[in-house]
């Protein structure tokens, strides 16, 4: 099993930045792929981004160039580095580990919050 802990969230203006990080513990050397997810009310959870365990990275097309996912592997935590932040942006961030074996976990999530 895999334990997630995100954190980082918060209220801020348009324009601002936000790093949300997620902290992993328990069976790490199965973790395949990390990700992040958000939820906006109202809305179906969508994807934000991912990093694989070579490092590749790809991001959702509505963050592309604003946001960076990086990982600190001495520390098994994820970071999330979103900048420009659009009142679109507004959701709740769920960080995601799916294993070699295809099982996902998850995060409780953590709400960020842009005002314009």
């Known amino acids: 099993q895999v334990q997630l802990v995100e954190s980082g969230g918060g209220a801020v203006q348009a324009g601002g930045s936000l790093r949300l990080s997620c902290a992993a513990s328990?069976?790490?050397?199965?973790?395949?792929?990390m990700g992040w997810y958000r939820q906006a009310p109202g809305k179906q959870r969508e994807w934000v981004a991912q990093?694989?365990?070579?490092?590749?990275?790809n991001y959702a097309d509505s963050v592309k160039g604003r946001v960076t996912i990086s990982r600190d592997n001495a520390k098994n935590t994820v970071f999330l580095e979103m900048n420009s932040l659009k009142p679109e942006d507004t959701a709740i961030y769920y960080c995601?580990?799916?294993?070699?074996?295809?099982?996902?976990?998850w995060g409780q999530g953590t709400q960020v919050t842009v005002s314009s």
């Open positions: 328990g069976s790490i050397s199965s973790i395949n792929v």
């Open positions: 990093i694989t365990r070579g490092d590749r990275t």
């Open positions: 995601r580990a799916l294993l070699v074996a295809g099982i996902p976990y």
